[in-house]
């Protein structure tokens, strides 16, 4: 890192992960195309493919992001086939959110991306699961900040 400009963009730890985040990005989109998929709505499937009838709070939650920012993408998905949207018995205020049909069926598409996707990075997946090891330390020390 050159140290003479400590606000030159190249020496920014946010810039880096950002330009990073959007050319991974740019990597999925047309592995994901195929299965009909947006980035963030592969993000939401993979929560549910993990464990189905998650409330919409609990999806927000794992996603970093306010239930209301989700809303517009979960709506979309439902209207695409893929989830249903129920209200909980226990707590009408609560939304659950279940796969449909093709919401598991496509998940067998989908184990192709993870492969692709390391295939694209140029890394090992022992290096991956160090850099993710990495990441996810630092976040958890920004989020105690």
């Known amino acids: 890192m050159k140290t003479e400009n400590p606000l030159a963009l190249d020496n920014q730890l946010c810039f880096s992960l950002y330009a990073t985040s959007l ?7 047309p592995l ?11 993000l939401v499937m993979m929560i549910l493919w993990k464990e189905d009838g ?4 609990n999806v927000a939650r794992q996603l970093g992001q306010q239930p209301g920012a989700l809303t517009p993408v979960i709506k979309r998905m439902a209207e695409q086939g893929l989830l249903t949207r129920n209200r909980s018995a226990d707590d009408e205020r609560q939304l659950q959110i279940y796969l449909t049909d093709e919401g598991k069926r496509i ?22 699961h160090r850099l993710k090891c990495e990441l996810d330390a630092l976040r958890e020390r920004l989020l105690k900040a």
Not at 23 to 29: H, L, R
Not at 32 to 42: A, D
Not at 107 to 116: I, M, N, W
């Open 23 to 29: 050319a991974i990005t740019q990597v999925y989109k």
């Open 32 to 42: 994901l195309q195929p299965l009909g998929l947006t980035f963030p709505q592969y």
């Open 54 to 57: 998650v409330s919409l709070i």
């Open 107 to 128: 998940r067998e598409q989908a184990l192709d991306v993870y492969a692709c996707v390391v295939e694209q990075c140029g890394m090992t997946p022992m290096d991956i």
